[in-house]
Protein backbone atom coordinates (compact mmCIF):
# COMPACT_ATOMS: atom_id res chain seq x y z
CA UNK A 1 0.00 0.00 0.00
CA UNK A 2 2.82 2.30 0.95
CA UNK A 3 4.11 1.86 -2.79
CA UNK A 4 0.78 2.80 -4.17
CA UNK A 5 0.68 5.77 -1.81
CA UNK A 6 4.04 7.13 -3.19
CA UNK A 7 2.95 6.75 -6.75
CA UNK A 8 -0.59 8.09 -6.35
CA UNK A 9 1.31 11.30 -5.11
CA UNK A 10 2.44 12.55 -7.74
CA UNK A 11 -1.07 13.00 -9.40
CA UNK A 12 -2.58 13.90 -6.33
CA UNK A 13 0.35 16.92 -5.75
CA UNK A 14 -0.46 17.95 -9.37
CA UNK A 15 -4.20 18.18 -8.62
CA UNK A 16 -4.02 19.83 -5.13
CA UNK A 17 -1.35 22.65 -6.87
CA UNK A 18 -3.52 23.12 -9.93
CA UNK A 19 -7.11 23.48 -7.76
CA UNK A 20 -4.89 25.40 -4.81
CA UNK A 21 -3.51 27.96 -7.76
CA UNK A 22 -7.10 28.35 -8.97
CA UNK A 23 -8.40 29.14 -5.76
CA UNK A 24 -5.71 31.42 -4.30
CA UNK A 25 -6.11 33.44 -7.64
CA UNK A 26 -9.97 34.39 -6.11
CA UNK A 27 -8.30 35.22 -2.33
CA UNK A 28 -7.51 38.81 -1.75
CA UNK A 29 -5.57 38.04 1.79
CA UNK A 30 -1.84 36.52 1.71
CA UNK A 31 -3.69 34.96 4.93
CA UNK A 32 -6.16 33.47 3.16
CA UNK A 33 -3.64 31.89 0.39
CA UNK A 34 -1.27 30.79 3.08
CA UNK A 35 -4.04 28.74 4.58
CA UNK A 36 -5.05 27.54 1.01
CA UNK A 37 -1.49 26.37 0.28
CA UNK A 38 -0.99 24.11 3.53
CA UNK A 39 -4.62 22.69 3.25
CA UNK A 40 -3.42 21.67 -0.29
CA UNK A 41 -0.37 20.78 0.74
CA UNK A 42 -1.94 18.60 4.03
CA UNK A 43 -4.02 17.15 1.35
CA UNK A 44 -1.65 15.29 -0.94
CA UNK A 45 -0.53 12.45 1.78
CA UNK A 46 -4.42 12.25 2.73
CA UNK A 47 -5.35 12.05 -0.62
CA UNK A 48 -2.65 9.22 -1.71
CA UNK A 49 -3.31 7.12 0.97
CA UNK A 50 -7.05 7.19 0.36
CA UNK A 51 -6.37 5.87 -3.18
CA UNK A 52 -4.19 3.10 -2.12
CA UNK A 53 -6.35 1.61 0.56
CA UNK A 54 -9.46 2.07 -1.66
CA UNK A 55 -10.54 -2.36 -2.35
CA UNK A 56 -10.89 -1.59 -6.04
CA UNK A 57 -10.74 -4.90 -7.87
CA UNK A 58 -7.94 -4.93 -10.59
CA UNK A 59 -7.40 -7.09 -13.64
CA UNK A 60 -5.78 -10.16 -12.56
CA UNK A 61 -1.57 -9.78 -13.93
CA UNK A 62 1.52 -11.57 -13.50
CA UNK A 63 4.02 -9.41 -11.75
CA UNK A 64 7.98 -10.44 -12.70
CA UNK A 65 9.99 -11.28 -9.69
CA UNK A 66 12.57 -8.60 -10.67
CA UNK A 67 9.47 -6.41 -10.81
CA UNK A 68 8.78 -7.17 -7.39
CA UNK A 69 12.84 -6.69 -6.58
CA UNK A 70 13.04 -3.71 -7.87
CA UNK A 71 9.75 -2.17 -6.22
CA UNK A 72 11.02 -3.72 -2.77
CA UNK A 73 14.53 -1.93 -3.46
CA UNK A 74 13.00 1.64 -4.22
CA UNK A 75 10.54 1.49 -1.04
CA UNK A 76 13.37 0.46 0.66
CA UNK A 77 15.41 3.65 -1.14
CA UNK A 78 12.22 6.05 -0.22
CA UNK A 79 11.86 4.78 3.49
CA UNK A 80 15.94 5.80 4.38
CA UNK A 81 15.70 8.97 2.88
CA UNK A 82 12.60 9.79 4.00
CA UNK A 83 14.06 8.56 7.78
CA UNK A 84 17.19 10.88 7.06
CA UNK A 85 14.91 13.73 6.45
CA UNK A 86 12.99 13.22 9.52
CA UNK A 87 15.67 12.95 11.95
CA UNK A 88 17.32 15.89 10.22
CA UNK A 89 14.03 17.90 11.46
CA UNK A 90 13.62 16.29 15.00
CA UNK A 91 17.40 17.43 15.19
CA UNK A 92 16.53 21.49 14.28
CA UNK A 93 13.49 21.15 16.51
CA UNK A 94 15.86 20.59 19.10
CA UNK A 95 18.62 22.53 18.60
CA UNK A 96 16.01 25.37 18.30
CA UNK A 97 14.52 24.52 21.65
CA UNK A 98 17.95 24.70 23.00
CA UNK A 99 18.59 28.15 21.29
CA UNK A 100 15.45 29.42 22.94
CA UNK A 101 16.59 27.67 26.54
CA UNK A 102 19.81 29.45 26.37
CA UNK A 103 18.12 33.35 25.00
CA UNK A 104 17.63 35.85 28.34
CA UNK A 105 13.99 36.76 29.21
CA UNK A 106 13.61 40.83 27.72
CA UNK A 107 10.89 43.43 27.18
CA UNK A 108 12.08 45.26 23.54
CA UNK A 109 10.32 48.10 22.79
CA UNK A 110 7.01 46.98 25.43
CA UNK A 111 7.03 43.35 24.10
CA UNK A 112 8.20 40.24 25.84
CA UNK A 113 10.90 38.30 23.53
CA UNK A 114 14.11 36.37 24.68
CA UNK A 115 17.83 37.65 23.57
CA UNK A 116 20.18 35.26 21.67
CA UNK A 117 23.92 36.48 20.82
CA UNK A 118 23.64 33.18 18.54
CA UNK A 119 21.45 34.54 15.63
CA UNK A 120 21.85 37.81 13.32
CA UNK A 121 18.39 38.63 12.99
CA UNK A 122 14.89 38.21 14.44
CA UNK A 123 12.75 34.43 14.27
CA UNK A 124 9.63 33.51 16.14
CA UNK A 125 10.66 29.58 17.39
CA UNK A 126 7.90 29.20 19.92
CA UNK A 127 9.06 32.17 21.19
CA UNK A 128 10.37 35.67 19.52
CA UNK A 129 13.90 35.60 19.49
CA UNK A 130 15.70 38.68 18.72
CA UNK A 131 19.73 39.01 18.93
CA UNK A 132 21.70 40.59 21.56
CA UNK A 133 23.46 43.38 19.34
CA UNK A 134 20.73 44.73 16.72
CA UNK A 135 22.03 47.16 15.02
CA UNK A 136 18.71 48.69 13.82
CA UNK A 137 17.01 51.84 14.41
CA UNK A 138 14.41 51.63 17.05
CA UNK A 139 11.43 52.10 14.42
CA UNK A 140 13.14 50.02 12.44
CA UNK A 141 13.07 47.08 15.26
CA UNK A 142 9.39 48.05 16.28
CA UNK A 143 8.21 46.79 12.57
CA UNK A 144 10.40 43.45 13.01
CA UNK A 145 8.89 42.78 16.28
CA UNK A 146 5.65 43.45 14.81
CA UNK A 147 6.03 40.95 12.26
CA UNK A 148 7.35 38.30 14.49
CA UNK A 149 4.44 38.90 16.86
CA UNK A 150 2.28 38.42 13.41
CA UNK A 151 4.11 34.87 13.76
CA UNK A 152 3.05 33.83 16.89
CA UNK A 153 -0.40 35.17 16.60
CA UNK A 154 -1.07 33.04 13.97
CA UNK A 155 1.34 29.95 14.90
CA UNK A 156 3.19 29.53 12.18
CA UNK A 157 5.95 27.49 13.81
CA UNK A 158 3.11 24.56 13.69
CA UNK A 159 2.38 25.06 9.74
CA UNK A 160 5.98 25.29 9.08
CA UNK A 161 6.74 22.01 11.20
CA UNK A 162 3.87 20.47 8.80
CA UNK A 163 4.77 21.92 5.74
CA UNK A 164 8.53 20.29 6.21
CA UNK A 165 7.01 16.61 7.64
CA UNK A 166 5.37 16.18 4.16
CA UNK A 167 8.29 17.30 2.28
CA UNK A 168 10.35 14.94 3.87
CA UNK A 169 7.74 11.98 3.41
CA UNK A 170 7.46 13.20 -0.38
CA UNK A 171 10.84 14.88 -0.58
CA UNK A 172 10.68 13.31 -4.47
CA UNK A 173 7.30 15.28 -5.50
CA UNK A 174 8.04 18.67 -7.12
CA UNK A 175 4.63 19.60 -6.81
CA UNK A 176 4.63 19.06 -2.99
CA UNK A 177 7.92 21.41 -3.03
CA UNK A 178 6.49 23.68 -5.22
CA UNK A 179 3.23 24.09 -2.57
CA UNK A 180 5.58 24.33 0.12
CA UNK A 181 7.66 27.97 -1.18
CA UNK A 182 3.91 29.22 -2.13
CA UNK A 183 2.94 28.54 1.35
CA UNK A 184 6.00 30.04 3.06
CA UNK A 185 6.10 33.04 0.48
CA UNK A 186 2.28 33.79 1.34
CA UNK A 187 3.18 33.24 4.94
CA UNK A 188 6.24 35.91 5.41
CA UNK A 189 3.75 38.48 3.37
CA UNK A 190 0.66 38.08 5.72
CA UNK A 191 2.64 38.78 8.12
CA UNK A 192 4.88 41.41 5.96
CA UNK A 193 1.55 43.16 5.11
CA UNK A 194 0.30 43.15 9.09
CA UNK A 195 3.43 44.40 10.17
CA UNK A 196 3.05 47.35 7.86
CA UNK A 197 0.02 48.42 8.62
CA UNK A 198 0.57 48.55 12.09
CA UNK A 199 3.84 50.64 11.65
CA UNK A 200 3.76 53.28 9.62
CA UNK A 201 3.04 52.30 6.26
CA UNK A 202 4.65 49.64 2.93
CA UNK A 203 7.11 51.90 1.87
CA UNK A 204 8.76 52.86 5.45
CA UNK A 205 8.38 48.13 6.50
CA UNK A 206 9.89 47.29 3.14
CA UNK A 207 13.01 50.10 3.88
CA UNK A 208 12.96 48.09 7.14
CA UNK A 209 13.29 44.95 5.63
CA UNK A 210 16.19 45.91 3.35
CA UNK A 211 18.20 47.28 6.07
CA UNK A 212 18.01 43.67 7.65
CA UNK A 213 19.34 42.18 4.28
CA UNK A 214 22.99 43.88 5.75
CA UNK A 215 22.39 42.22 9.23
CA UNK A 216 22.37 38.43 7.35
CA UNK A 217 20.40 35.49 9.29
CA UNK A 218 21.00 32.38 10.13
CA UNK A 219 17.44 31.32 11.06
CA UNK A 220 15.84 27.32 10.62
CA UNK A 221 13.99 25.84 8.56
CA UNK A 222 11.65 25.36 11.52
CA UNK A 223 11.76 28.71 12.58
CA UNK A 224 9.55 31.72 10.48
CA UNK A 225 11.63 34.94 10.22
CA UNK A 226 10.93 38.47 8.77
CA UNK A 227 14.79 37.11 7.10
CA UNK A 228 13.96 34.61 4.87
CA UNK A 229 15.60 33.77 1.55
CA UNK A 230 16.91 37.25 -0.25
CA UNK A 231 15.34 36.13 -3.61
CA UNK A 232 12.02 35.57 -1.65
CA UNK A 233 12.46 38.98 0.03
CA UNK A 234 12.71 40.57 -2.50
CA UNK A 235 9.62 38.95 -4.27
CA UNK A 236 7.96 40.22 -0.99
CA UNK A 237 9.15 43.77 -0.78
CA UNK A 238 7.30 44.06 -4.39
CA UNK A 239 4.27 42.09 -3.38
CA UNK A 240 3.93 44.50 -0.62
CA UNK A 241 4.31 47.25 -2.53
CA UNK A 242 2.57 46.66 -5.41
CA UNK A 243 -0.41 44.24 -4.40
CA UNK A 244 -3.51 45.75 -2.59
CA UNK A 245 -3.75 43.04 -0.10
CA UNK A 246 -6.28 42.78 2.94
CA UNK A 247 -4.57 41.98 5.83
CA UNK A 248 -7.13 40.38 8.04
CA UNK A 249 -7.62 36.66 8.04
CA UNK A 250 -11.44 36.10 7.96
CA UNK A 251 -12.41 32.89 9.32
CA UNK A 252 -15.61 32.63 7.17
CA UNK A 253 -13.15 33.54 3.95
CA UNK A 254 -10.64 30.79 4.66
CA UNK A 255 -13.40 28.54 5.35
CA UNK A 256 -14.71 28.86 1.81
CA UNK A 257 -11.72 28.98 0.34
CA UNK A 258 -10.70 25.56 1.94
CA UNK A 259 -14.14 24.03 1.10
CA UNK A 260 -13.36 25.02 -2.29
CA UNK A 261 -10.36 23.16 -2.59
CA UNK A 262 -11.79 20.15 -0.76
CA UNK A 263 -14.55 20.17 -3.05
CA UNK A 264 -12.82 20.67 -6.31
CA UNK A 265 -10.33 17.94 -5.63
CA UNK A 266 -13.16 15.72 -4.91
CA UNK A 267 -14.93 16.43 -8.06
CA UNK A 268 -11.50 15.57 -9.95
CA UNK A 269 -10.29 13.45 -7.56
CA UNK A 270 -7.43 10.56 -9.16
CA UNK A 271 -9.81 8.03 -7.31
CA UNK A 272 -12.49 8.53 -9.68
CA UNK A 273 -10.25 8.34 -12.89
CA UNK A 274 -8.57 5.00 -10.95
CA UNK A 275 -11.84 3.27 -10.24
CA UNK A 276 -13.25 4.23 -13.82
CA UNK A 277 -10.11 2.63 -15.64
CA UNK A 278 -9.69 -0.13 -13.38
CA UNK A 279 -13.43 -1.63 -13.23
CA UNK A 280 -14.09 -1.06 -16.65
CA UNK A 281 -12.45 -4.37 -17.98
CA UNK A 282 -13.49 -5.94 -14.89
CA UNK A 283 -17.12 -5.32 -14.82
CA UNK A 284 -16.95 -6.09 -18.84
CA UNK A 285 -15.73 -9.66 -18.33
CA UNK A 286 -17.94 -10.21 -15.46
CA UNK A 287 -21.03 -9.44 -17.67
CA UNK A 288 -19.88 -11.82 -20.58
CA UNK A 289 -19.96 -15.15 -19.65
CA UNK A 290 -23.42 -14.88 -16.99
CA UNK A 291 -26.85 -15.44 -17.63
CA UNK A 292 -29.67 -13.17 -18.40
CA UNK A 293 -30.04 -12.94 -14.19
CA UNK A 294 -26.90 -12.36 -13.10
CA UNK A 295 -26.25 -9.78 -16.20
CA UNK A 296 -28.81 -8.00 -14.61
CA UNK A 297 -27.00 -7.68 -11.45
CA UNK A 298 -23.78 -6.72 -13.56
CA UNK A 299 -25.87 -3.99 -15.15
CA UNK A 300 -26.86 -2.87 -11.66
CA UNK A 301 -23.15 -2.92 -10.66
CA UNK A 302 -21.99 -0.78 -13.94
CA UNK A 303 -24.58 1.92 -12.85
CA UNK A 304 -23.65 2.47 -9.89
CA UNK A 305 -20.49 1.12 -9.11
CA UNK A 306 -18.72 4.48 -8.36
CA UNK A 307 -21.82 5.56 -6.12
CA UNK A 308 -21.22 2.34 -4.26
CA UNK A 309 -17.87 3.05 -3.48
CA UNK A 310 -16.04 1.58 -6.55
CA UNK A 311 -17.37 -1.73 -5.78
CA UNK A 312 -19.90 -3.54 -8.79
CA UNK A 313 -18.97 -6.75 -7.53
CA UNK A 314 -20.44 -5.66 -4.14
CA UNK A 315 -23.56 -4.01 -5.31
CA UNK A 316 -24.23 -7.05 -7.65
CA UNK A 317 -24.10 -9.31 -4.82
CA UNK A 318 -26.55 -6.99 -2.91
CA UNK A 319 -28.72 -6.84 -5.94
CA UNK A 320 -28.85 -10.65 -6.23
CA UNK A 321 -29.68 -10.66 -2.62
CA UNK A 322 -32.44 -8.29 -2.82
CA UNK A 323 -33.91 -10.34 -5.72
CA UNK A 324 -34.02 -13.67 -3.57
CA UNK A 325 -35.82 -12.27 -0.78
CA UNK A 326 -38.11 -10.35 -2.94
CA UNK A 327 -39.30 -14.07 -4.63
CA UNK A 328 -39.06 -15.59 -0.82
CA UNK A 329 -41.90 -13.01 0.05
CA UNK A 330 -44.39 -14.09 -3.11
Known amino acids: MIGAALLDS ?9 VATIVTRLCGSAATRHAVWVAALASVPMLSIGVAMMPVRRVATATAAGGRDAASLLLTIWGVIASLLLIRIAIAYVRLRLLERAATPAVVRGVAVRVSDRIRAPLFSGSVLVPKDFALADDDVDRLLRHELAHERRRDDLTRLLQQAVKALL ?160
Open 10 to 18: VAAGALAAI
Open 171 to 330: FFNPFVHAMARAAEFECELACDVEAARASGGEAAYAEALARLVTLGGNASSLAPAAMSRRVRLAARVDALLTREDDATLRPVRVVIAIGMLAALIALVSPVLVHRVITLRPVVRNIGAALDPAEEEAAHYGRALGLYWGGHPAEAAEEFRIAEKWRLLQK
